[in-house]
């Protein structure tokens, strides 16, 4: 079995930062590509970012582009969003999600084999 674990989530103010970790544990599967996506109430889930796993080739929404940075630590089997720059628009529920191969998109949710719970973020403003 698979699981990918979120932290990092909380409260913080406009203008702060918040670093949001995903674990990956579980049985050894082949880890292509890592997401990251959120949802706030009453909407769908949204791409926020992306990161090929062995390359590290990194692709963004452009509401977080320049704000976000995702990365990932292959030794730890994690990977990381660090968020500067925060808004009240980028309260949601992030979630983490991990892709076994290349389906045409790491955009889009469907194509993602396994997801964690979420962590919740708010910002005040």
């Known amino acids: 079995q698979v699981q990918l674990g979120e932290s990092g989530g909380g409260l913080v103010q406009a203008g702060g930062s918040l670093r949001l970790s995903c674990v990956l544990s579980?049985?050894?599967?082949?880890?292509?590509?890592m997401g990251w996506f959120r949802q706030a109430p009453g909407k769908e889930r949204e791409f926020v970012a992306a990161?090929?796993?062995?390359?590290?080739?990194?692709y963004y929404a452009d509401s977080v582009n320049g704000r976000f940075t995702i990365s990932r630590d292959v030794a730890k089997n994690t990977g990381y969003l660090q968020m500067n720059s925060l808004k009240p628009e980028d309260t949601a529920v992030y979630y983490c999600?991990?892709?076994?191969?290349?389906?045409?998109?790491?955009?889009?949710?469907?194509?993602?084999?396994?997801w964690g719970r979420g962590t919740q973020v708010t910002v005040s403003s």
């Open positions: 999600a991990a892709d076994t191969a290349y389906r045409g998109s790491y955009a889009t949710p469907r194509v993602y084999d396994y």
């Open positions: 579980g049985r050894t599967f082949n880890r292509y590509a």
């Open positions: 990161i090929i796993w062995s390359g590290g080739a990194t």
